[in-house]
C-alpha cells in the first residue's frame, strides 16, 4: 500500500485549468481570457523595450556573477521597491521591507507573519477578490475566520462603498485583518477614488483593523506610478502616520517579468524597535521557507528604475499598456453599442486594468 493512499481528491485550480483547457482547444478562433498577462496584437507576451535593454547591459557586465542575495534579498531591488512604492512619502515612518517570490509571495509571508505573531481572528476580503487570496490564508490560517465585505454592486457595476463602510463598521473588530488592493482590482476593475480612500483608511484607524495593500499594478493599471500609489502613500502619511500595514508588491505586470517572480514585501510599524523585531521574524520564516530570493529579475528592475534614461523607457512602456487597454476597452463599448448589446456598458470607459466583471 502507497504512504499516499489515502490522499483525498483536490480540484485544480481554476485559473491554471482554464489555461489548459484553452491549449487543447481545437477551434480555429479560440480567445484566451484567462491569464493576466498582457499581450501584444500577435497574442505574444510582451516584453517590454526597457527591459531588453537592461538585460543587455546585466550580460554585459564582466562582474555578473550567481551569488546568493542577503536574506532581505538583492539590496538594489528592495531599495527601488520602497521607492516606487512609498515615493518620499515615508517621513519619519518606520518600515521592514524584503524581496519576496513575486506577489503571491509577498501575499504569502505576510499572511504566514501574523499567523505567527499575532493570529488574527478574522480577514476581511473584498466580495469578490482575486482567488488565491482565500487559499494562501486558508493555507497559513486555518483558524482565521475569512469574511467578505461588500465590493461590486452587480446591479449598478459600480463600487458599494456604503456595502463596505456599513459592513466593516458593524462588524469588524480590533486586530482584524483587512486586504485591500491598491489599484486595478482583481476580478472588477474597480477602484475606490481618493475620497472613498480616505474614507476606507478612517474606518482602518478607527476600528483598529490591520490592512494589507495588495499591489500587483502600480503604473501598469493608468500608465502612472504616481497615481496608482496614492492609496498606499496616504495610508503612510494619515492620522499623523499612526496606521500600520503591510504592502506586497509585485513586479509582475508592470515590468512584465511573470515568470522571473519578483515581488517585495514591506511593513509599516510604529517604531525602530518594532521594524527591527519584524524583520527578524520574517528572516526565520524566509529562512525555512525559501532561503533566498531569485537574482537575475531583481536584477532587471533595480537596473531599469536607476538608469534615468531605462526609468523614462520604463514610463513610456507603462503608458504604452494602459493606453492600448482603455482603447481596447472604448472600442468594446463602442461595438456593444453599435449593436444594441442590452444593458448599461458605461463602466467600461472609467474601469482599470485588464479586468472586468459584467453581468452578462
Known amino acids: 500500500m502507497s504512504l499516499f493512499e489515502n490522499i483525498p481528491g ?3 485550480d481554476n485559473a491554471f485549468a482554464m489555461i489548459e483547457a484553452f491549449k487543447e482547444d481545437t477551434y480555429r478562433d479560440k480567445v484566451n481570457l484567462s491569464p493576466g498577462i498582457y499581450r501584444d496584437d500577435d497574442a505574444k507576451t510582451w516584453v517590454l523595450p ?8 546585466i550580460q554585459a557586465n ?3 556573477n550567481h551569488d546568493i542575495s542577503p536574506q532581505m534579498g538583492y539590496p ?5 521597491a520602497r521607492e516606487i512604492t512609498f515615493e518620499d512619502k515615508l517621513g519619519s515612518r518606520s518600515i521592514t521591507s524584503m524581496q519576496t517570490i513575486a506577489g503571491t509571495g509577498a501575499n504569502y509571508l505576510i499572511a504566514r507573519f ?3 505573531v499575532s493570529q488574527p481572528k478574522t480577514v476581511w476580503l473584498s466580495n469578490p477578490t482575486w482567488e488565491n487570496h482565500p487559499k494562501i490564508w486558508k493555507h497559513t490560517n486555518p483558524t482565521t475566520k475569512q469574511r467578505l465585505y461588500p465590493y461590486y454592486n452587480h446591479k449598478t457595476s459600480k463600487l458599494d462603498i456604503e456595502g463596505m463602510v456599513s459592513k466593516l463598521k458593524e462588524e469588524a473588530s480590533k486586530g482584524d485583518v483587512i486586504v485591500l488592493q491598491a489599484c486595478a482590482h482583481n476580478p472588477t476593475g474597480l477602484d475606490p477614488s481618493r475620497e472613498q480612500w480616505e474614507v476606507i483608511a478612517g474606518i482602518c484607524e478607527e476600528k483598529g483593523l490591520f490592512p494589507i495593500f495588495d499591489s500587483a499594478y502600480q503604473g501598469f493599471a493608468t500608465g502612472n506610478i504616481d497615481n496608482d500609489g496614492w492609496a498606499i502613500r496616504h495610508f503612510t502619511t494619515c492620522s499623523n502616520g499612526t496606521i500600520e500595514f503591510a504592502v506586497a508588491q509585485s513586479f509582475s505586470k508592470n515590468f512584465g517579468l511573470y515568470g522571473e517572480r519578483v515581488g517585495a514585501l514591506h511593513v509599516v510599524t510604529r517604531n525602530n524597535d518594532i521594524a527591527a523585531k519584524v524583520e527578524a521574524t520574517l528572516k526565520q520564516i524566509s529562512r525555512a521557507e525559501i532561503t533566498s530570493t531569485p537574482g537575475f529579475g531583481a536584477k532587471v528592475v533595480a537596473t531599469i528604475y536607476q538608469n534615468p534614461g531605462l526609468r523614462e523607457q520604463w514610463h513610456r512602456d507603462l503608458d504604452t499598456m494602459s493606453s492600448r487597454l482603455r482603447d481596447m476597452r472604448m ?3 463602442e461595438e456593444l453599442t453599435k449593436r444594441g448589446t442590452p444593458g448599461d456598458w ?3 470607459l472609467t474601469d482599470v486594468s485588464n479586468y472586468r466583471s459584467s453581468t452578462v
Open 50 to 57: 526597457s527591459v531588453k535593454k537592461a538585460r543587455q547591459i
Open 331 to 333: 472600442r468594446l463599448y
Open 346 to 348: 458605461g463602466h467600461l
Open 76 to 80: 538594489d531591488l528592495v531599495s527601488v
Open 62 to 64: 564582466p562582474n555578473l
Open 114 to 116: 501574523l499567523s505567527s
Open 10 to 12: 483536490a480540484m485544480p
